[in-house]
């Protein structure tokens, strides 16, 4: 699957009796589906799509994904990039999916989209349309799921010969067994890329889901584990009621310091008050961790808890932070597995619960859960 990925100020797409739709700043993606594709190569590409750093920060670096501008989606089908023009000169289509095949990947990659928090504007399949951008930058990428490793080479794409996809790695051997004992889908319950990245280093196959919002806020004098466990059995509980088989993950990461939470912060200037404040100091990390199963029949629940000291900063280091963009779509305004890890002095506990998911914590949640009746709940 094949998508072309342009950063733009405005897109709209127009189709004759059909009112036209568009984004202000965002993404416009044209998308193609090849012979041998799936709903895995879909997944994955709506995910490095969302995921994508690609907007500009404060001093014109791309550091900022597509959360933190506040940006929207426009998709549009375009079987015409498997084209093969290197014979003749009228192009061939043997690459792409056939139009059954192609309208339903093209369908599940919307909608995989359309589970994240940003509006998503589309074209119709096989429609003719007029589509219509400002290219900002001009930044344009090229993005095949099977760069990634997995399926055949392809040597030709819209008629440029392209260099075969490099030798995949030896395959990570599947900590599936250690994790957990039963059969049946892992559902991942999350917005956060840092889980993925986690689950991905495992081996474990699983499927993420976003949840829904959030729930209520903290209120001050709550214990922030118990807290950070009753937002991650909301994520989860979200979407045990959707699914109809399996295990769903969720999870919920805080920073508690001197008495207050600090979440992901709202802006930049939030994301300076917090820094400013675990400046120097030692801080805790709470990551809330729930397993339900389907339907949410049983669940069970624990949080973990890192104590974390930061270094001292200055303004100009916190600046120098910011302009990153990655402090704003992370707890407590850091992140421990990026750049913001050159400004942590030390970690007493698990490092991976600061990252956002604890390992070993989760590994004797499956236990519990496995341990217990299929009615039973916590």
């Known amino acids: 699957m094949i998508a072309v990925v342009q950063r733009v100020s405005r897109g709209q797409v127009r189709i004759a009796g059909r009112a036209p739709e568009g984004i202000e700043q965002g993404l416009l993606i044209l998308l193609g589906v ?30 900022r994904s597509l959360d933190q501008v506040g940006g929207g ?48 504007a589309t074209g119709v399949f096989q429609a003719k349309m007029e589509v ?9 990428l090229i993005i095949d799921s099977r760069a990634r490793g997995r399926g055949a080479a392809r040597t030709q794409a819209g008629g440029i010969a392209a260099e075969p996809a490099p030798r995949p790695r030896e395959p990570v051997r599947s900590g599936e067994a250690l994790l957990r004992r039963e059969r049946g889908p892992l559902w991942l319950a999350s917005r956060s890329p840092r889980r ?10 699983f499927t993420v889901r976003f949840p829904a919002e959030d729930g209520r ?8 584990g118990r807290y950070a466990e009753q937002q991650s059995a909301e994520k989860a509980l979200s979407v045990a009621r959707e699914v109809t088989e399996g295990v769903i993950l969720g999870a919920d990461t805080v920073v ?61 280091t916190i600046r120098a932070y910011l302009a990153t963009g990655e402090p704003l779509d992370k707890a407590g305004a850091y992140g421990i597995q990026g750049v913001g ?31 217990a009746a299929p009615d039973q709940a916590r």
């Open 256 to 316: 508690f310091c001197d008495g207050r939470l600090l979440e992901k912060p709202r802006d930049p200037d939030e994301a300076a008050r917090f820094l400013e404040r675990l400046a120097g100091r030692e801080h805790e990390v709470f990551t809330g961790i729930c397993l339900a199963r389907a339907g949410g029949v049983a669940r069970r629940m624990a949080s973990e808890c890192s104590r974390v000291r930061m270094a001292p900063l200055d303004d100009a």
């Open 217 to 224: 806020r903290w209120e001050v004098g709550e214990d922030p």
């Open 196 to 205: 993925v990245q986690l689950l991905e280093m495992l081996g474990i196959p």
């Open 34 to 63: 090849a012979r041998g594709d799936e709903e895995e190569d879909a997944q994955w590409l709506a995910r490095k799509c969302l995921g994508l750093r690609i907007f500009g920060d404060a001093d014109g670096q791309m550091n």
């Open 73 to 120: 989606v426009l998709v549009i089908s375009q079987f015409t990039l498997l084209g093969d023009c290197s014979r003749g000169r009228r192009p061939s289509w043997t690459h792409a999916a056939d139009p059954a095949t192609a309208e339903r990947l093209y369908d599940f990659f919307v909608a995989q989209l359309r589970r994240s928090p940003f509006p998503v």
């Open 341 to 371: 890890g050159l400004l942590v002095e030390s970690i007493e506990g698990c490092y991976f619960n600061v990252m956002g998911l604890p390992l070993a914590r989760l590994r004797a949640l499956f236990r519990e859960l496995e341990a």
């Open 132 to 140: 219509e951008s400002v290219n900002d930058g001009p930044v344009t």
